[in-house]
């Protein structure tokens, strides 16, 4: 019984020891295991250990030695992307559009260890200064929209992402985020404000299309005066050539019978002149001549006396007035 109760003493020792081994190797594998890290490219690691902050980011490569039971964090310095789907905006005339717009930020590294004590982990951080920030300041922008409607120009679009930007920037740059742009996706006006949109637009068109008939309309009233002036112009045309063919043809005419009259002026002193050259002896002489044919040609025949132009068996007679 003594043997038995010395060898438990010893017995004990060793499982103790053993189990002090065991915890030594545990601790030193775990400690080797986590001795290094490794950052990937496009991002940076903050450490902490025991409640305590790291004031170095661990830029991308491999690090050993390290702290074994250090716990780290990881920040992206590659674009970030904060979306906000569907986002209610109320304007100054009691409606609320839906709003879906998406804000590109840029990280800088180096300030990683402040963004970890301030800010939290990066989804807390993003959500912190960006996300909340932003929602914010929209809602804040929509107070001074008149209407809803107003958020589809592009002037008041231009001064929503100026805001956005200026509101951000001021607050989240001491933490290491720089927007990089700013974009408005998609505007939903209420359903009022859509039928009235859809009104307008049909009503618009319905003036254009009426401005479109007025103007062909004048196109054709003005072709139709160019026309009816081509016409006048070219009836006044014809009208002229027609005065100008009746004034050649009465000229032609004119010259024509003063050409007759002429002639016959120049034939009646032709006929003048003839008469003062035939003396009564010539009529005479003629008429003997005349006498003597008949009577050569007299076969005992009816005489027959025909007055004429010529004087074959025809009897010339002296018609002027006696001297």
């Not at 409606?95 to 840029?106: A, E, N, P, R, Y």
């Not at 960006?130 to 209407?147: C, H, P």
């Not at 014809?238 to 004119?254: G, K, P, T, V, W």
């Not at 009259?261 to 010539?282: C, D, G």
């Amino acid at each position: 019984m003594q043997m038995m109760k010395a060898a438990n003493p010893v017995k004990l020792k060793s499982v103790i020891k053993l189990m002090i081994a065991a915890v030594i190797l545990l601790v030193a594998g775990v400690a080797t295991f986590n001795s290094y890290t490794i950052v990937q490219d496009g991002s940076v690691k903050v450490g902490t250990f025991l409640g305590k902050v790291d004031p170095v980011a661990y830029d991308a490569g491999l690090h050993f030695p390290i702290n074994p039971f250090m716990t780290f964090d990881t920040y992206s310095t590659k674009d970030i992307r904060v979306s906000l789907k569907e986002l209610r905006v109320p304007s100054q005339d009691k409606l609320k559009s839906i709003v879906d717009i998406t804000v590109m930020l840029q990280f800088d590294g180096a300030k990683a260890p402040i963004l970890r004590i301030n800010g939290g982990t990066e989804s807390e951080a993003l959500d912190k200064y960006v996300r909340q920030k932003l929602i914010s300041t929209i809602l804040e922008f929509g107070k001074d929209v008149a209407n809803a409607q107003d958020l589809y120009t592009a002037d008041t679009q231009r001064k929503l992402q100026d805001s956005i930007r200026d509101a951000i920037q001021g607050y989240a740059s001491p933490y290491g985020y720089t927007i990089k742009e700013i974009m408005i996706q998609d505007i939903t006006l209420p359903e009022v404000v859509q039928e009235q949109v859809v009104n307008t637009k049909m009503r618009q068109e319905q003036i254009n299309q009426a401005k479109a008939e007025a103007e062909k309309e004048r196109e054709l009233a003005q072709k139709k005066v160019v026309i009816a002036q081509a016409e006048r112009e070219s009836a006044e045309q014809q009208a002229l050539a027609r005065e100008r063919n009746a004034q050649a043809s009465s000229y032609a005419m004119r010259q024509e019978a003063d050409a007759r009259l002429y002639a016959a002026q120049k034939e009646s002193e032709a006929n003048a002149a003839l008469q003062k050259t035939i003396t009564r002896e010539m009529i005479n002489w003629k008429q003997l001549e005349i006498e003597q044919i008949k009577a050569g040609k007299y076969k005992g025949e009816v005489p027959n006396i025909v007055v004429g132009a010529d004087y074959d068996g025809k009897m010339i007679m002296d018609m002027r007035p006696q001297q």
